[in-house]
């Protein structure tokens, strides 16, 4: 795949993965006059999905991220509201905002979270989940999905890459960064040696966008 005149390496590393995720994410589960909760918005995977759910047509878009900066950039980005979602207590902040409840969640974090969010889903909304080999649920979570008639759907994305789809998709996000329709957060480029600290980042939670290693 040629990267186009114009666009950054750095940008269309970002789109290869995190982009046809969030673009494959968003036509599996049709965002078109919906309320989205979109986690780790200000995240790779969750940047490019918050706008593609904003070009989708979303009714509304709300971002949740660790900090105030964060929060900041989800919103520089089309976010409509921006949420806390770190702290012990950050459901009941994040309920007003909310109100009564967002018709589609696309968790790629994982881990306990998945718990909370099923409060702030609506009666009959969907929870997406793609945060590989993250994903907890009980019993307690499926009934209370199953009294409200709410959907729970997987998400992984290298079952849904052809050589074909590859080309088109990546042509259209590309397409969609050079025209300034959709942003790439370039985060902090490290050497490749210094991998370790780029996890290390991660894992703090310290990362915006997508984070680079230079060979
Ligand atoms: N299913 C698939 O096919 C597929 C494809 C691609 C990626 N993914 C998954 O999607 C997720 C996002 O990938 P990404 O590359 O875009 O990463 P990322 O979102 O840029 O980075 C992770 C972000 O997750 C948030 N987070 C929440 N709890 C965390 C914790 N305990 N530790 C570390 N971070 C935490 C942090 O944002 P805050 O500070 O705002 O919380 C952090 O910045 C990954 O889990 C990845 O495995 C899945």
Do not use: C
Not at 117 to 146: C, W, Y
Request: zero cysteines.
């Amino acid at each position: 795949m040629a990267v186009p005149d114009g666009l950054s390496l750095e940008a269309a590393v970002s789109l290869i993965i995190q982009g046809l995720t969030a673009l494959h994410a968003v036509r599996r589960s049709p965002v078109a006059g919906k309320r989205v909760l979109v986690p780790a918005a200000a995240g790779g995977v969750g940047s490019l999905l918050l706008q593609l759910a904003k070009a989708g047509g979303a009714a509304e878009v709300i971002a949740a991220a660790s900090t105030p900066e964060k929060r900041a950039l989800a919103l520089s980005m089309g976010a409509d509201a921006a949420i806390e979602y770190a702290q012990p207590d950050w459901l009941s902040h994040a309920r007003p905002v909310i109100g009564d409840g967002v018709d589609l969640i696309f968790d790629f974090v994982g881990g306990e979270l998945g718990a909370s969010l099923l409060d702030l889903l609506s009666p009959g909304g969907e929870l997406v989940f793609g945060a590989m080999g993250r994903f907890q649920i009980t019993p307690e979570m499926t009934d209370k999905m199953m009294s409200q008639n709410q959907s729970l759907k997987g998400f992984a994305l290298l079952p849904l890459l052809t050589p074909e789809n590859v080309r088109a998709d990546l042509t259209e996000l590309f397409d969609l960064s050079l025209q300034g329709r959709i942003k790439v957060v370039e985060g902090r480029r490290y050497p490749f040696e210094a991998a370790a600290e780029a996890h290390r980042a991660m894992e703090a939670r310290q990362t915006t966008g997508k984070v680079i290693l230079i060979p």
